[in-house]
Nanobody, 127 residues
Framework: QVQLVESGGGLVQAGGSLRLSCVAS????????MGWFRQAPGKEREFVAA????????SYADSVRGRFTISRDNEKNTGYLQMNNLKPEDTAVYYC????????????????????WGQGTQVTVSS
C-alpha cells in the first residue's frame, strides 16, 4: 500500500486560504488517481476533490467548486489541495487518499474506490 501524510492544516479566518499537501511514500502514487475527503464532527465523510494520475481530469464537490483547486506533482509524489475563500463550513479533518488502479482515465469520487488513506489534517475556519 501507499503511505500518505497530509500537512498544511490549521486555523484560518473566513475568507482566508490554506494549502494542504499529501506526500506519498511510493513512486507508484504517480500512476494513481488521488483525492481529498473531509469529515466534520457529527457528519459523514464527504468527497471534496479528486484528480487523475496525469492531472487530465479533475472533479470537485459542488460546495468547493470555484474555491478549491486540486493538483499534484508526480515527480515529488505529492498531491495538493489549494483552498481559497474558506468558510466556517469547511471546518473538518481533511484526508488525502489514493486509488490503486494505475493509469485509469477516470477519477473516482467515492471512498470505497480509494485503497490508501492519510492520517488527516485539521482545518478550522473561524467566522
Amino acid at each position: 500500500q501507499v503511505q500518505l501524510v497530509e500537512s498544511g492544516g490549521g486555523l484560518v479566518q473566513a475568507g482566508g486560504s490554506l494549502r494542504l499537501s499529501c506526500v506519498a511514500s511510493r513512486r507508484t502514487f504517480s500512476s494513481y488517481p488521488m483525492g481529498w475527503f473531509r469529515q466534520a464532527p457529527g457528519k459523514e465523510r464527504e468527497f471534496v476533490a479528486a484528480i487523475s494520475w496525469s492531472s487530465g481530469t479533475r472533479s470537485y464537490a459542488d460546495s468547493v467548486r470555484g474555491r478549491f483547486t486540486i493538483s499534484r506533482d508526480n515527480e515529488k509524489n505529492t498531491g495538493y489541495l489549494q483552498m481559497n475563500n474558506l468558510k466556517p463550513e469547511d471546518t473538518a479533518v481533511y484526508y488525502c487518499a489514493a486509488d490503486h488502479r494505475p493509469y485509469i482515465v477516470g477519477v473516482p469520487t467515492t471512498p470505497d474506490k480509494f485503497g490508501s488513506w492519510g492520517q488527516g489534517t485539521q482545518v478550522t475556519v473561524s467566522s
